[in-house]
């Protein structure tokens, strides 16, 4: 959890919303790094990448420092640039669209479905105009989005297709990883299903969108002294990559974990008439990065977890398209799904780390919420 989200965590919060899985194990893949006096972009940068292609079901994997870098580069990798339109979802952290924004392009926001908060087929081609070069779903949560209808509009209309997985690590459609339909970008964000501190990765079968992304990432260069093109310092460090190693190896744990405790806690509340429990959609593998339900009451039921020590989340509070700057530049869209999700939604603790004994605790502590006799 960042210093920006600890400030605003009380000292006595006894199950946090998130809190990163770390041990001996990372602790002694940092060590044996540093000991090695080889700590920039090395050795474990290309294991990590070879680990996470294979992982993801993917030909290529190009690691960067953060989640936004690899959703930036992933864009100019395919050539998108002044002038294209990329559709998205609002509902989303903003560096969904900033990432766009970067490269001159203007994201171009659909609604979203009700019950996965994911971008709607059906509405994504009303969007669609002769400026569109790319549709860039999010799979948020950590449940995919759906890839049947979404591929089929990008063949129609001959798109490109650059998936957000920042929040899905080893999600699935039709048992295939997320990543892997388009190209894809992963955060490794401390709170992630997985970290690397911080950092990223881009993924892709195509070797020519590789090659940029690698460009793109070290000054435009194939080698040393020798720039081909315009590029950034967005190299990940042998550091990170060596969690990373030690950290995908635990992913499966850590996913099942995340989907146990997913479990329990709707087998706790779903009876509760004033909430809504988070759906799975069919074909899916949700990975739960957030455990998300729906209450129109959220801020109420919000102080009343915090008040009893359990954390939560609001993913997210303001859509992209309400933020300052989108209002400023001259966003005014009418998304009314996703407005009424920002002020419905809260996430409650799903990590590994909570056990059995708080996920009853946290049912129990809702339940007394909406007892009306309370």
Not at 139 to 164: K, W
Not at 228 to 238: C, I, K, S
Request: hydrophobic content about 35%; charged content about 25%.
């Amino acid at each position: 959890m960042s210093t920006f989200d600890q400030q605003y965590e009380k000292r006595d919060i006894m199950i946090p919303i998130a809190k990163p899985q770390l041990d001996d194990a990372e602790i002694q893949a940092v060590s044996d790094v540093l000991r090695s006096g080889i700590i920039a972009e090395g050795q474990r940068v290309a294991e990590f990448e070879q680990a996470f292609a294979e992982y993801t079901g993917t030909e290529h994997a190009v690691a960067v420092n953060s989640g936004t870098a690899a959703l930036h580069a992933a864009l100019l990798a395919h050539g998108i640039g002044r002038g294209d339109e990329v559709i998205t979802s609002s509902f989303s952290f903003i560096a969904t669209a900033n990432s766009v924004l970067f490269t001159g392009a203007k994201p171009v926001f659909a609604d979203i479905r009700a019950d996965t908060f994911n971008l709607d087929p059906q509405l994504i081609e009303e969007m669609i105009t002769p400026a569109t070069k790319a549709i860039m779903p999010v799979h948020l949560y950590g449940q995919p989005a759906d890839m049947d209808a979404i591929n089929d509009i990008v063949e129609e209309h001959d798109l490109i297709l650059i998936e957000d997985a920042c929040q899905a690590h080893g999600a699935a459609y039709n048992r295939k990883k997320v990543g892997s339909f388009g190209t894809g970008a992963f955060s490794f964000y401390p709170t992630k299903n997985m970290t690397t501190s911080e950092g990223g990765i881009i993924t892709t079968n195509n070797r020519g969108v590789a090659d940029k992304a690698r460009m793109i990432r070290s000054h435009g260069s194939k080698q040393r002294y020798l720039h081909e093109m315009l590029g950034y310092n967005l190299r990940m460090t042998d550091i990170s990559a060596a969690i990373g190693l030690v950290q995908l190896k635990k992913l499966p744990e850590y996913t099942a974990r995340r989907q146990h405790n997913a479990k329990l806690l709707t087998e706790g509340i779903r009876d509760i008439e004033s909430i809504e429990c988070p759906v799975i959609t069919e074909r899916c593998n949700h990975v739960f990065h957030q455990y998300t339900i729906r209450t129109r009451n959220r801020d109420e039921l919000a102080d009343h977890l915090k008040n009893n020590g359990i954390g939560t989340g609001i993913y997210y509070p303001i859509p992209i398209h309400k933020q300052p700057y989108y209002r400023e530049i001259g966003y005014n869209d009418n998304l009314l799904v996703t407005e009424r999700a920002s002020r419905e939604v809260l996430s409650l603790p799903v990590h590994p780390g909570v056990t059995d004994e708080d996920i009853a605790t946290i049912s129990n502590t809702i339940r007394d919420w909406s007892d009306p006799r309370c």
